[in-house]
C-alpha cells in the first residue's frame, strides 16, 4: 500500500485536527504513545516527510483509530474494542439532549431545550458538546435512525477539513450531518451522505452559523 501525494496532504490535516480538537493531548504525546519519533512526526504534520503505511499502523493501534478513517476520512473513526459503557447521571458529563438532528436536510431547527434531559459521562467522550439524537437515513450505514451522537463544537470553521462528517445549522434554524465535500462552486460546500439512495446536496457557506464534528454514535438507551 503506497500513500500518494494528495493522500499524504489530507491525512497530515486529518492528523492535526485529530489532535488538536478531539485528543487532547500536544504531537510530541501523540508520536511518543505510539512509538514514533517526536521530530520526525511534526515533519510529517508539516508535509516535510513521508508519512508511511507502517507509521499509519502504529498510530491506529496505539491510539485505537480505525486505518480506513485515518486513509480517507470515512467510516468509523475509532476502532470498537472493548465498547464502553455510558453512564447517564444528573451531576457530572456531557448534556444529553432528547431533540433530533437530521441526517438529511429538512425544516428541523435549531435545539430548543435550554436544559438538558441528563448527563452522559462516556470515556472517550469527554470533550463532546452535547449529545443529541440522529433522525433520518441518510449517513446509514455510518450513522443510523435512532442513535445519539456526541458533537464537538468547532468555533473557528473558516477552514474546515473535506472528507470528515459534520452537523450543520443555518442562519434559518435548518440543520443536517453529512460529510463535507469540496464545491466547484466558490462560496459554497457540497455535502455528502454515505447513503447512496440520496443525493449530494450544496450550501452556501455564508449561511452556515454553527458547526459541529461528529465524533461518535452509540446505541439510543
Known amino acids: 500500500m ?5 493522500l499524504q496532504k489530507e ?9 488538536k480538537f478531539t485528543a487532547g493531548t500536544t504531537p510530541s504525546q501523540f508520536a511518543v504513545k505510539a512509538g514514533l519519533d517526536v521530530s520526525g512526526f511534526h515533519k510529517m504534520l508539516k508535509g516535510q516527510q513521508t508519512i508511511t503505511p507502517a507509521t499509519v499502523r ?14 480517507t476520512g ?3 473513526m475509532m476502532i470498537e474494542r472493548n465498547a464502553p459503557t455510558p453512564i447517564i447521571n444528573y451531576k457530572e458529563g456531557v448534556p444529553y439532549y ?6 438529511g436536510f429538512d425544516e428541523l431547527y435549531a435545539p430548543s431545550s435550554e436544559n438538558p434531559e441528563c448527563l452522559i459521562r462516556m470515556p472517550g467522550y469527554e470533550r463532546a458538546t452535547l449529545w443529541c439524537n440522529a433522525s433520518g437515513h441518510s449517513m446509514e450505514p455510518e450513522i443510523n435512525n435512532g442513535d445519539i451522537i ?4 468547532v468555533e473557528d470553521f473558516s477552514f474546515l477539513p473535506f472528507g470528515d462528517v459534520y452537523g450543520f445549522i443555518t442562519a434559518n434554524g435548518m440543520r443536517t450531518i453529512k ?3 469540496r464545491s466547484e462552486r466558490d462560496g459554497f460546500y457540497r455535502l455528502i451522505p454515505t447513503n447512496k439512495e440520496y ?6 457557506i455564508n449561511i452556515i452559523t454553527h458547526v459541529y464534528r461528529v465524533m461518535g454514535t452509540m446505541k439510543a438507551f
Do not use: C
Not at 98 to 103: Q, S
Open 74 to 76: 470515512e467510516g468509523p
Open 2 to 6: 503506497e500513500i500518494n501525494g494528495i
Open 58 to 71: 502504529k498510530i491506529s493501534e496505539a491510539h485505537d483509530l480505525s486505518m480506513d478513517w485515518l486513509l
Open 98 to 103: 432528547n431533540e433530533d438532528f437530521m441526517l
Open 11 to 19: 491525512l497530515a490535516q486529518r492528523l492535526s485536527d485529530y489532535i
Open 150 to 153: 456526541a458533537l464537538q463544537r
Open 199 to 204: 443525493d449530494e446536496q450544496e450550501i452556501p
Open 179 to 181: 460529510r463535507l465535500g
